[in-house]
């Protein structure tokens, strides 16, 4: 069993910044990955960027290439999204996921947060 929380959306304006964290608590495992998912009113839940168990493999999704950057804390067991420059089509709820690999697939992660909305005014 595993819980995930997000934390840390909120309303920003176009350039600004802002870092989600993603705090997993019950049983894990010592190799596991960690994804963000994004959706936004009337659009499919999409991948947005996913690290490794190591910390040293990450992913993301061309559109915020460059500009957001995943992360983990083991000793926190904690996963952020440090999201910068933002536009206001990033304008959307944040989802953490937990699964055994970090692929873009939604369908490949076993738990989900409830999510943490994001407003990016222009």
């Known amino acids: 069993q595993v819980q995930l929380g997000e934390s840390g959306g909120g309303l920003v304006q176009a350039g600004g910044s802002l870092r989600l964290s993603c705090v997993t608590s019950?049983?894990?495992?010592?190799?596991?990955?960690m994804g963000w998912f994004r959706q936004a009113p009337g659009r499919e839940r999409g991948f947005v960027a996913a690290?490794?168990?190591?910390?040293?493999?990450?992913y993301n999704v061309d559109s915020v290439k460059g500009r957001f950057t995943i992360s983990r804390d083991p000793a926190k067991n904690t996963v952020y999204l440090q999201m910068n420059s933002l536009n206001p089509e990033d304008a959307a709820v944040y989802y953490c996921a937990y699964g055994r690999t970090p692929v873009v697939h939604a369908t490949s992660y076993n738990y989900w947060g409830q999510g943490t909305q994001v407003t990016v005014s222009s």
């Open positions: 019950g049983r894990t495992f010592t190799n596991y990955a």
């Open positions: 690290i490794g168990w190591s910390g040293v493999s990450t």
